[in-house]
Structures are given as structure tokens and as C-alpha cells.
């Protein structure tokens, strides 16, 4: 059994819960986009043209699923901005200090869904923060080839947060 400790300090299992309909988190999906240097987000549009050349390949659909494959992240850290502030947070300390051992794989995983959904709003989010995501998946790996793995949960098909 995983645990991890969290900033109260108490010590909590390292579940993780996935999206409706998952019966597991896509490890060899991850390892895939991860062995791949092609960019993980779509091309970039803006000011009515594209930024990045729209007939190069991407790995942006591969992204979108692996991305997906964990649900509850607007539950977990609030509704409207809410969950953008928590994630900006953790992001800005992981940016200075480079570890990720006081988050959860549920968080790590919740930062990369959130990206994902937040590409609709902001083309270029996904390439933007490319490196760090591939980070946080790196570690999400490793978490799941560790001797002591994340917990995966998989919800019932009544237990739908984010629609």
C-alpha cells in the first residue's frame, strides 16, 4: 500500500480515481507519448493563422485519452477558477524546486487533466507546459512501476463528476 504525505502532514493512501468507464490508468499509453519528441499538444492557432505548421504530426489525441483517463479534478479543487489557482500553485513550486514527492498521483494526474481540458480555452496551453507535463507523467510512470504503485479506482458507471 502507497501512502503519501500531504502539507498537514498526516499520511494518506496514493489513490487515484479514474474516469468513468477506465478499468485502468494507460501505463504503456504514457510510456508511448513519453519515448515520442513529437509535440503533445494540437498546432497553435491564433490571430487567425496557424503558429505551428497544422500538417506536421502530433501526439495530441494520444495526450487527450491519457489526459482523460482520471476524472474528479473540478470536484476535488473547487468549480469555476478554482481548480486553475490549485494547479498554478503546484506548478509554480515544482517549477522552482523540480520534485514532486509531496503530491499525490492523483494531483499529478489532475494538473494534466486540467491542461487538457484547458487547451479549449487556450490554444498552445498543452505545448506551453509540455515539459513540465512530460515530467509529471515521467513520475506518474515511475509511481507505477515502483514496488509500492498508486491505487487506481474505477468508477461505477452512477458516479460521474464531470459531465
Do not use: C
Not at 48 to 58: M, N, S, W
Amino acid at each position: 500500500m502507497v501512502f503519501q504525505q500531504h502539507e498537514q502532514g498526516k499520511m494518506e493512501r496514493d489513490e487515484v480515481l479514474l474516469a468513468q468507464g477506465r478499468l485502468r490508468w494507460p501505463v504503456e499509453l504514457a510510456e508511448t507519448l513519453l519515448s515520442n519528441p513529437l509535440p503533445w499538444g494540437p498546432p497553435v492557432y491564433a490571430l487567425g493563422r496557424y503558429l505551428d505548421d497544422p500538417t506536421q504530426p502530433d501526439q495530441s489525441e494520444m495526450f487527450m485519452t491519457l489526459a482523460s483517463s482520471v476524472d474528479g479534478a473540478y470536484h476535488r479543487h473547487g468549480g469555476a477558477g478554482d481548480p486553475w489557482n490549485w494547479a498554478s500553485t503546484i506548478m509554480a513550486k515544482v517549477k522552482a524546486e523540480v520534485s514532486f514527492t509531496e503530491y499525490s498521483t492523483q494531483d499529478l494526474l489532475d494538473i494534466v487533466f486540467l491542461h487538457y481540458r484547458g487547451e479549449r480555452f487556450n490554444d498552445g496551453l498543452i505545448r506551453a507546459e509540455e515539459p513540465l507535463l512530460r515530467s509529471m507523467v515521467q513520475e506518474v510512470v515511475k509511481r507505477v512501476h515502483s514496488k509500492t504503485p498508486p491505487t487506481f479506482i474505477s468508477k461505477k458507471l452512477d458516479q460521474a463528476e464531470n459531465q
